[in-house]
């Protein structure tokens, strides 16, 4: 038996490759291989199942999978490579006994190629080395200069990786096409078409797993020794009820025994042994995507199972273990690192509440949440400590926000949500702490410039390096997490597309103070209820970026469009034009409206001010200001700018007018 995680940044390929693995085992029977191909043709992966997996093209959940190559089981574990959702690798790796690093051989080494690797070498797992993509226009280049390889080499040297670790052996290939080879000049042949790939195949990596992944290891307690397993994932399933995965860390298990468990952060209560077994109804193991029941049936040190018939309240990181000969202490589990960011998810509290959700009141989002955090440890909830009804999220990111109000949305639910706030902590000298990023930004060439004062200005980045080659730049920084909100789509557009940036959470370090003014945008703010007409967004289309198109229902407070100027601008979006057939009228001017600007979730959480809210609906999402009343809301920004100005000036006059030397 082999156990491994494919582990990867983000896009480089880790997916399309567990897919093409599949298909070269020899369980996956001929209907899913079929399948499979029929996804890929469109462009899709098998293994990213999740509906929003597969619209947005991203992984979000870790998945394990069996298959039998030569007579061996071999159990992969598809990861997700987004920082957001980096708690599932952490999780992943403490099952798996090696790690299979795939590396985009035109893009090298990126920030989660390294946070994923840190992990893995910490964990003494076996890597092997995919240098994936060459297929690619351009996807050679790197990889033939050696480039790639060496910045991997030195990655592992700087993780302070063992000799084992070392010597991993690389291979080349593209998982798209469904190919690799152990050697390179052969991988260049076939990307010049001097050689067929149909000659390589997946076999060879398969067979690399084999010989260099070592085969599971637990306590050697044999056989009859107590069975225990830790909780990896939890999940819900409708006919199952509660179920959950993780590897068999010691003993064996089949359906029908009973099983109790100890919380991770506690050992056996004897009293309550009893009252808190139950009886598991089923042993399985994924086939692709599909569960089946585990060959044989029982669950052996080594396998990676997922089991039904589990008590309710067992949660991630929790053990279980046999009721009859329990084991006494939990199994260690990898401590996570803290979230960054919290939001208040509270009931629609706006004039158009309770239209159009099926699920609205703040109790049920609050149970709706609880049973997210026991399935996903990396996120934890809290009553807020500005509205008790309401309820803190506490994440790792704006995706990993997003996602879960996506999925919230489809279930039918109807929130208004508050915006991001950075988890501040304090240290012992009672300084208050912020979260830091490093922060890679690759662009093209001519607009380093552009990405430098951007980051270095209003958003306080330090530059900490910056490369060049072949026209593209790769710049590194450090900042707070707090000035990267919203970067992303801004770099963008500001680059014309050419930018791709990447953070990964550094440490916290002392709060760096208020960031540049140039980051708040104002808003276009509608001052009527009703229908918003193309007339009436015609002409506040002149003033900036809109939101909203015509017919989208719209309320006073309500944020319609981005001023291009700054400060927020009050705009009437219903205004109809004059007496004329209002049909023929929407019809001509829709034409000439600027296409409204919709966001996606994670985006309008990286974009709202502090001063509004998102209002989701299974229908809609809407963003708006907290205090809906014009009139209200201009007393407070004028309270506010007081207030900076006498900052200002009280720091002015304690810095004497001059700059503080260092
Ligand atoms: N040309 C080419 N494209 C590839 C190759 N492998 C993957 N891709 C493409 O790269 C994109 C990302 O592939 P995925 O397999 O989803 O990458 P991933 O690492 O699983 O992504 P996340 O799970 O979201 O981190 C898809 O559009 C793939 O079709 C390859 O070998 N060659
Ligand atoms: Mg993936």
Known sequence: MRNLGVVAHIDHGKTSLVDKLLQSSSTVPEALKAQSSQVQGEGQRLMDSGDLEQERGITITSKPTRCIYKDHVVNIVDTPGHADFAGEVDRILSMVDGVCLVVDGG????????????????????????????????GLTMVESGQVETEIFDLFIQLGANDSQLEYPT????????????????????VKGEASPDAYGMEGLLDG??????????????????????????????????????????????????????????????????????????????????????????????????????????????????????????IDTPP??????????????????????????????????????????????????????????????ELQLGILIEQMRREGYEMTISPPKIVFSTSPAGDVMEPYEEVTVDVDSEYSGTIMSALTGDRKATMLEMNEVDGKVRMKFDMPTRALLGFGPEALTMTRGSAVVNH???????????????LEKGKLVCSEAGKATGYALNMIGERGTLFVEPGDEVYPGMVVGENS?????????????????????????????????????????????????????????RLRKRV??????????RVKKQQREAAKENKAAKGGGGKKKR
């Not at 291979?171 to 076939?190: I, P």
């Not at 809906?628 to 920004?637: C, F, T, Y």
């Open 107 to 138: 893009e090298g080494v990126m920030s989660q190629t390294k946070y994923v690797m840190e992990r893995a070498v910490h964990a003494n797992l076996q890597p092997i080395v995919f240098l994936n993509k060459l297929d690619r226009d351009g």
């Open 565 to 621: 100027r700054a400060g927020d601008l009050d705009v009437n979006a219903v205004r109809a034009k004059g007496l004329t057939n209002v049909r023929t009228v929407l019809k001509e001017e829709k034409a000439n409206i600027a296409v409204a600007e919709k966001k996606s979730v994670e985006e309008i959480i990286a974009y709202m001010g502090d001063d509004e809210v998102i209002e989701v609906t299974p229908k809609s999402v």
């Open 504 to 518: 990964t959470f550094v440490e916290m370090r002392e709060h760096a103070g208020p960031l540049g003014e140039g």
């Open 628 to 637: 809906l009343d014009a009139g209200e809301r201009s007393r407070i920004a």
């Open 209 to 330: 797993f084999l010989t260099n992944i070592p085969p599971p290891t637990g306590p050697d307690v044999g056989d009859n020794g107590p069975f225990s397993l830790a909780a990896t994932m939890v999940g819900y399933d409708k006919y199952l009820g509660r179920t959950l995965t993780g590897k068999v860390y010691s003993g064996s298990l089949e359906a029908n025994e009973k099983v109790i468990y100890l919380p991770r952060d506690g050992g056996i209560i004897e009293d309550k042994k009893a009252a808190l077994a139950t009886s598991i109804t089923g042993v399985f193991a994924y086939e692709g995507v599909e569960r089946k029941p585990l060959p044989g049936g029982v669950a052996m040190p080594g396998d990676i199972v997922t089991l039904s018939g589990v008590p309710d309240t067992i949660a991630v990181g929790d053990t279980l273990t046999g009721e009859g000969k329990p084991v006494r202490e939990p």
């Open 171 to 190: 291979y080349y290939g593209s998982a798209k096409m469904g190919w690799v080879t152990d050697n390179l000049d052969d991988a260049v042949k076939v």
């Open 336 to 397: 996570l690192s803290p979230p960054t960011l919290s939001m208040d998810f509270g009931a629609n509290d706006g004039p158009l509440a309770g239209k159009e959700g099926t699920i609205v009141q703040s109790s049920r989002i609050r149970a709706r949440l609880q049973s997210e955090v026991d399935n996903n440890v990396t996120l934890s909830i809290g009553v807020s400590e500005t509205d008790g009804e309401k309820t803190v999220v506490f994440a790792r990111g």
